[in-house]
């Protein structure tokens, strides 16, 4: 089946029932996306489908159809981090990292769809986003400071 990754098509030779996570880490080689708890409760796996975060451990591969899937390897554009990265490495906000390509694939879609979100805002879009180190206060200013950047007001 072909799927578009990061704007590339992909023709992978996948179950169609087999979770998206797997033909992106395993299939594709973008292991970025990470495994979580594998119910889709976590967000570790969070990649966008058509700009929609979606956690990839619960949808099938079969399913995407012509959808484009983002993973963090797409979310920077033009050789340049998307703002939210650019926020996550100045304020050093991941501790051990695991969740954290989850946590800026969801912070991503926040701000394309809410370019200045308030703090409720901020902590309702990530709750459903899991940080076993307890980085959300860090996580929250850099919402906040992405939001800057992708304003132009902070660099």
């Known amino acids: 089946m072909k799927i578009t990754i990061n704007g590339s098509e992909h023709d992978l030779d996948v179950p169609s029932e087999m979770p998206l996570l797997w033909a992106v880490r395993d299939i594709a080689g973008l292991t970025g996306t990470k495994y979580g708890c594998g119910i889709g409760q976590c967000g570790a796996c969070t990649v966008h489908l058509d700009g929609v975060p979606t956690r990839s451990c619960i949808v099938a591969v079969g399913s995407v159809g012509a959808k484009k899937v983002t993973t963090i390897e797409g979310l920077a554009a033009g050789g340049q981090d998307h703002p939210v ?9 991941p501790q051990c990292g695991y969740c954290q390509a989850g946590q800026l694939m969801t912070a991503a879609a926040l701000l394309a769809a809410t370019p200045n979100p308030s703090e409720d805002a901020i902590d309702r879009a990530m709750s459903g986003n899991l940080c076993r180190c307890g980085t959300y206060l860090r996580i929250r200013h850099a919402v906040k400071l992405a939001a800057e950047i992708r304003a132009g007001g902070a660099k």
């Open 85 to 93: 990265q650019q926020a996550w490495q100045q304020l050093n906000v």
